[in-house]
RNA sequence: GCCCGGGUGGCGGAAUUAGAAGACGCGUGCGACUCAAAAUCGCAUGGGGUUUAACCCCUUGAGGGUGCAAGUCCCUCCCCGGGCACCA
């Protein structure tokens, strides 16, 4: 008979499926093991070979978790909410509903070909109003415990995709979804006070299994900086004016070789002094020129402007030095005003060489004339601390300060608050009514004790929704294109915007921006425990067993978006006391891109995507998916070859034709043995590989044992039966249909995973390089125990080696026992 | 600019604590089977010497160093990929 995966893979599939051997059981007895992979939009183009990459190193280890005798959880969802999704939508003239109906109905039969142990009855999908209640659930908690707040500052704005965004959805200054460049433009926005948890997301790192380069990532993005802030007087001629300047800094050591001080355009202080300021118009035109910039030019140049009439005095030699304006301070990161001192900053270096000012060494450190240093040394012209290093002048000026009252240690951190709103349609509304009668009792005063939550007390007017009416749902319209103006499309909608104030009755309107795409995946992994619970957001019970997620795997891109997001609300849900885990993903894992044919990203406008449909049809899922382990290492990056798909195949066919092979009876002793060692070598080694993520040299092995089986005459029916297992995690199909075929009744996937043993694996005999001078010389057959002096025999004795030392003097001998001997001359 | 990765045959890539560089696969060549082709199977396959053979030399981006021994450790440089980029 001939190898058909056509015919087999459907019907394991639908086996599989009838007899539910992938449901996962919420035993709570059994060792557990939650894997997970991030989950995809539903997109319109579907799915392609890349995405699978990930998904199938997933299904080998839940597969081999399995038959471990771990009860493993290995669910798949849609985060079916955002852009992507609206956007597909948009450009096809179809409601975003049903296009996320029909996306996912795609997705899902592509899947279904690949042979997945997903549990289905566990799917979840971020845009049932069942699953997005939830979202709101959680928003809802937030805004309650004060950790939510309106804001009309100037965000990133991105004018393609007509919404504000987050910081972390930049890059370079550009949307990162469309890549437009972003402005920035005053919105009002639900800002959400990701920073408060900023340390905590920092120090828990240390707790985690996550490849090195992603968590500093992490660490870079959360960008702790410990410094010192301290206040500057302002004076107009000999005036002091009340206003001061505070300056923020990480090198208090360099205070002395201040030689003048720059704001932020933005820096409110300009606003409160500006009769104060000769040259306020200027100062005015400035500003709204640097406003008007995209916030890509900003990053270029150091442009800037002098504020005429005022002084600020440095604390330390009370030296009056003059104050800039320039964009090279940024407004939103601590305190918006910097000191200058260019001789040890290379950025105030050269904002200095421009306007000509003074620049002062205080740092002794073997810098080069005419160039700054930044490295640390001991302080010089730098009064009573003088003679200090870098590090004790840090302490001995934070406690002057201290002492003074005008400054101390202070930690500023890059990560921004979130940016949680969007003006667009397709996603969670938040669960917030506006009131005017309850902002003004708020505002007067005149209310009572615990009336109001902490959130509503700091946002007057914005009134939370019960949490027994969640969900708000998501009303269906027409026209669901996004405004531009601002507004999202749903305040457009008065019947559904129109409501009652839940607490004083009185007319109130929702809130129509809606939640970025991040938000139904910020705890996603929860509903996968517990998808139907109607009554809380997960049982504590399922919880405590299931959590944390054991392996967590996909995509780099997400290493400071979702990854830091699902980590905020993951320790907020445990500050709350709804979970008992302090972290969700325990062990991460990146998976790297598969690149078309090409080299080039696959993607629709270079038509080089490759379609697992059509892999399937022409050489089945086994070969697809053994053909995806074995390419390369798993997360790096690699191009897609139609050939190494064949050689999979190839390989499979392989194993196809062993089975006629195989006999019932023992094998003569001693090709039995050897064939044992291998067998058991090979069990060593594809469990290890899986474990650590080397899928490409378990293939390896699994080939190698393949090909010397294939040698004999004769397979022993056990020893056979021990290698399909190993197979199994990576080609199911092929593994199943055999081993039925060897008579068994019961899956593979429910009979045990091979051990391997010690003694077999070892090697008995091994072949001892003999060296002269660290060059191979001679190679012998010897038992791995061979001892020095033996093998120094042998050495000696070898004709072959005879030749290389003869008429020479042995300086020395390095013996490596099992591997060789070295004779240096 | 700063901080991480990485550079190994024609190609994807193996190589434990430094211990036979090139596992495994792809491709290619030759052969078998065939009327023929595909598929399959067998053999060969880093480069260069060489009288078949035996054997020798060179080879892990470049140069230097440490060691009996270096793809692996150290220094200098080149190239590729990624992250951050006025974060004071």
Known sequence: MKYSPQKIERKWQKIWERKKIYKTKDVQKKSKFYCLDMFPYPSGAGLHVGHL???????????????QGFNVLHPMGWDAFGLPAENYAIQHKIHPEV???????NFKKQLSKIGFTYDWEREINTTDPTYYKWTQWIFLQLFKAGLVYESFEPINWCPSCKTGLANEDLERGRC???????????????????????????????????????????????????????????????????????IFT??????????????????????????????????????????????????????????????AENPFNKEKVPIFVSEYVLADYATGSVMGVPAHDKRDFEFAKKFNLPIRKVIEGGQKEGECYEGEGILVNSGEFSGLNSTQAKEKMAQWLKERKIGGKKVYYKIRDWVFARQRYW???????????????????????????????????????????????????????????????????????????????????????????????????????????????????KEKYWMPVDLYVGGVEHATRHLIYARFWHKFLYDIGVISTKEPFLRLRSVGVILGPDGRK???????????????????????????????????????????????????????KLKSKIVNCKLQIDKRKEILKILHQTIKKVTEDIETFKFNTAISQLMVCANRIEKEEKIEKEIFENYLKLLAPFAPHIAE?????????????????????????????????????????????????????KAKELAFSSEKIKKWIEGKEIKKVVFVPGKLINLVV
């Open 427 to 541: 996603g969670e509304p938040f669960p917030l009514v506006f009131c005017e009668n309850c902002k003004k009792k708020i505002l007067e005063g005149k209310y009572k004790k615990g009336e109001f939550n902490k959130g509503e007390l700091l946002n007057p007017g914005w009134i939370c929704v019960p949490e027994k009416e969640l969900p708000v749902k998501l009303p269906k319209v027409k026209y669901y294109e996004p405004t531009g103006t601002g507004e999202s499309p749903l305040a457009k909608i008065e019947k559904w915007v129109k409501t009652k104030c839940p607490k004083c009755g009185f007319v109130a309107r929702r809130e129509t921006n809606t939640m970025p795409q991040w938000a139904g995946s910020c705890w996603y992994y929860l509903r996968y425990i517990d998808p139907k619970n109607k009554r809380e957001l997960i049982s504590k019970k």
């Open 53 to 67: 990459r990930g998904y199938i190193a997933t299904d080998v280890i839940s597969r081999m978790k399995m038959m």
């Open 99 to 105: 296009a996320v109906r029909r996306n996912i109905k």
């Open 737 to 789: 249909e055999i081993w039925q075929i060897l008579g068994h009744k019961k899956s593979i996937f429910l009979s045990p995973w091979p051990k391997w043993n010690k003694k077999l694996v070892k090697e008995e005999m091994i072949t001892l390089i003999i060296q002269v001078n660290g060059k191979v010389r001679d190679k012998i057959e010897v038992e791995a125990s061979v001892s020095e002096e």
């Open 602 to 656: 696959m993607s629709k406008r270079y038509g080089n995507v490759v379609n697992p449909d059509d892999v399937c049809k022409k050489l089945g899922a086994d070969s697809l998916r053994v053909y995806e382990m074995f390419m390369g290492p798993f997360d790096q990056e690699i191009t897609w070859q139609e050939r190494g798909v064949v050689g999979a195949r190839r390989f499979l066919e392989k194993i196809w």
């Open 250 to 311: 990480t090198r208090i050591d360099t205070v002395f070789g201040m030689t003048y001080v720059v704001l932020a355009p933005e820096n409110k202080i300009l606003e409160k002094i500006k009769d104060k300021i000769e040259n306020w118009k200027e100062i005015e035109k400035y500003k709204k020129e640097v406003e008007a910039k995209l916030v890509e030019e900003r990053e270029k140049e150091k442009t800037g402007i002098k504020i005429k009439g005022i002084l």
């Open 176 to 246: 990162e979804r469309c890549g437009s460049r972003v402005e920035k433009r005053p919105l009002r926005q639900w800002v959400i006070k990701i920073t408060k948890y900023a340390d905590r997301l920092l120090k828990d790192l240390k707790y985690l299994n996550w490849p090195e380069h992603i968590v500093k990532m992490q660490k870079d993005w959360i960008g702790k900086s410990e410094g010192v802030e301290f206040e500057m007087k302002v004076f107009k001629g000999k005036r002091e004016l009340k206003e001061k300047i505070k």
